[in-house]
């Protein structure tokens, strides 16, 4: 059964940067794909970047391209998002998902979720 814990959430100003991280267990993850989501107040879970677990190949939500990287460790079986430039409509809880290959930047298609963590740009 696959675990996923998201943490380092927190308050950032506008322009800043902050990493969140996305601790994975229960399975080996050679196969899969490893994605970020958001949730803002009011507004459906939105898909922002996502990672193939064995090749590293990314991909990126046009609002954070260039803001924004996904990156893994497969020894330590983690994800990381590192923000950069934050922008107040950045302020969401980031969810950490995985689904077995091929990438969709459908929400409803990814499986496994985490409980999410909050990110706030404060502007």
């Known amino acids: 059964q696959v675990q996923l814990v998201e943490s380092g959430g927190g308050l950032v100003q506008t322009g800043g940067s902050l990493r969140v991280s996305c601790t994975a267990s229960g399975r080996t993850f050679s196969g899969y794909a490893m994605g970020w989501f958001r949730q803002a107040p009011g507004l459906e879970r939105e898909f922002v970047a996502a990672i193939t677990w064995s090749s590293g190949r990314t991909y990126y939500s046009d609002s954070v391209k260039g803001r924004f990287f996904i990156s893994r460790d497969n020894v330590k079986n983690m994800v990381y998002l590192q923000m950069n430039s934050v922008k107040p409509e950045d302020t969401a809880v980031y969810y950490c998902?995985?689904?077995?290959?091929?990438?969709?930047?459908?929400?409803?298609?990814?499986?496994?979720w985490g409980q999410g963590t909050q990110v706030t740009v404060s502007s």
């Open positions: 998902a995985a689904r077995r290959l091929p990438v969709t930047t459908t929400t409803a298609l990814w499986p496994d």
